[in-house]
């Protein structure tokens, strides 16, 4: 059985900084492909970042690039999102996914997390 357990939500001010992880347990799961998506109120699920097992290859949504980081740490079975200079539109709930594809991509991922709000203030 596939797990992955979000923690870091909270309330913050604009401008303001969260992180988010993700832990990832399964006893023969290898979640090569890791990452990151937001639904806010009323709107489409949307895909934030993607990161592969190595760490090298990352790929960040245009609507958060320069201010969100993904980042892992295999050994912790972790995935991280760093949010810096957060706006109120980036108020939602965040899920992590994760999948044994070795290919980065933004759709179809069969592992979701429950998702973890986050709440940007004025």
């Known amino acids: 059985q596939v797990q992955l357990v979000e923690s870091g939500g909270g309330v913050v001010q604009a401008g303001g900084s969260l992180r988010l992880s993700c832990l990832a347990s399964?006893?023969?799961?290898?979640?090569?492909?890791m990452g990151w998506f937001r639904q806010a109120p009323g709107k489409e699920r949307e895909f934030v970042g993607t990161i592969n097992w190595s760490g090298n290859v990352r790929s960040i949504a245009d609507s958060v690039k320069g201010r969100f980081t993904i980042s892992r740490d295999n050994a912790k079975n972790t995935v991280y999102l760093e949010m810096n200079s957060l706006k109120p539109e980036d108020t939602a709930i965040y899920y992590c996914?994760?999948?044994?594809?070795?290919?980065?991509?933004?759709?179809?991922?069969?592992?979701w997390g429950q998702g973890t709000q986050v709440t940007v203030s004025s």
């Open positions: 996914v994760a999948d044994q594809s070795i290919i980065l991509k933004k759709t179809a991922y069969a592992y």
């Open positions: 399964g006893q023969t799961f290898t979640p090569r492909v």
